[in-house]
Structures are given as structure tokens and as C-alpha cells.
DNA sequence: TTTAGTACTATGTGTAACAAGGTACTGTTT
DNA sequence: AAACAGTACCTTGTTACACATAGTACTAAA
């Protein structure tokens, strides 16, 4: 792996739980669906990464899921964000904000400058 | 450790090297002022952070250093980018503005709008 | 020559993403 | 009904990297 993908990979690891719990707050979702949005968002995220993040989550008591059957296959687990999960997740969007301040700080850069 | 206070610190693991590459391209400084720097961005790193990455990114070729003898302690090693390390960082710059893009996108929030 | 301050270095630990492989349920085809 | 294909959920081992901690080395002043 070449140093640029590597740390490429290190920037996104950062924000995954993040950016999952944002996609969860939307509305009930199901673990291959959350798959696609991420991807929709250019935000690869694979099963093996996805599925122990979401348990993690849930034990910590942010998040819950009950099945839904499907119509093509077996059925899902739809999960959706506790209360707890919910501050929680502002939280996260204060410290992301944050985040980007400093950076852009450190880069002395407006990425969304408008004119 | 709080599981937001682990979270955060995950945010900020993957921007670290991205930053000081940035503090380092505004010319040479030495490891104890870039810690400076970065605790100015609210960015808090540590010694036993910051000198392995210098390591890591001079052997990379990113980065090169010089000798500069101090009139209080010993001498220090001033860091700076090679070519290598500027177009590597620029490079950098656009995986950054594209993340911030990408987790805006899941997020549906624009953290920098002007009215 | 001892002490204090500053700077650089090394080692061990813990967290979390990822690769790879596995299990289980459902509907369709033969 | 047996085999297969598609979908979904889960587990294990590896690796990278930040951090805590401790240690070494150089300089100047007491």
C-alpha cells in the first residue's frame, strides 16, 4: 500500500463512526443499505469494518434494531438511534466541526470559500 | 476513556499527519514548536507521537532536516519538505477537501454557509 | 561537577479498520 | 424434495498508528 492510500485510509478511518451514526439518524436502515449510502458518499466501508462497528455502537447503548423480514432473503436487522445515541451524535457533529476549523487552520485554507 | 472522548481522538488520528505537513510547508521548524502550532489549532499532540511520524515521513522522502544549534539546550532538527513532500501534500490537500465533501454529504450539513 | 532545562529517542500497549472466510435463511430450478 | 443462487449477518487474524512512559544526550548556570 503506497503511503498516500495509506493515510488516505487513516483520514477516513477517523470519521466512519460518524458518518454511520449520521446515515442511522435518517431513519431505520439495515447494514447493506448503510453499505451503499456510504459508497454513494465515496466512503467505501466493507462488511468485516461495518458489522463489529454496529455492535459496538449498540452496546454502548447507542443504538438499537429489531428484524424486519424481507422479501428477498433472510431478514434484516433494521437498527435506528437511542436517545442516548442522538446527543450523542451532536456531540460528534460539534467535534467534526471543530476538526475542520483546526485543520483548515493548520492549512490556512477556506475550502468553502464562496464569492 | 469516554466513548467520545475515543472518538474524537479517532478524528483526529487520521488528520495529524496531513496537518503537520501542512505547519512544516510554511518553513523549517523543529519538533517543539510544531507541537506548539498544532496545540494553537487546538490540535493537542505529544512527543511520543510527533518524532516517530517525523521519522516515518523523512524516510518516506517527504521530509528532510538540517541541524540548527540553539543558544539554550542542544541542537535541533529543523524539518523541511522535500519536492516529494510538496506535491505529496498537495495531494493531501484534495483528499481532505473531498472528505470533508463526502462526510458533509452524509452528515447533510454545510458547516461553512454564509448568508 | 552537579543541577536544571531542553531536545531527541525507544518500547510496550490498546484501538479499530480491514481481509478473508464462514454460517444461515429464502426462493427458484430441476 | 434436493440442489443451487442470492442475500444477510458474523468471526478471526493481521496491521497500522497514536499514545503513555521512560530514557539518553547536550548545554549552560550555580
Known sequence: M???ENTQAQMRKGVLEFCILSIISKGEIYPSDIISKMKEA??????GTLYPLLTRLKNAGLLGYRWIESNAGPPRKYYALTELGQSYLQELNTTWNELVAAVNQ???INTQSHE
Open 42 to 47: 465515496k466512503l467505501i466501508v466493507v462488511e
Open 106 to 108: 493548520t492549512a490556512n
Open 2 to 4: 503506497s503511503n498516500l
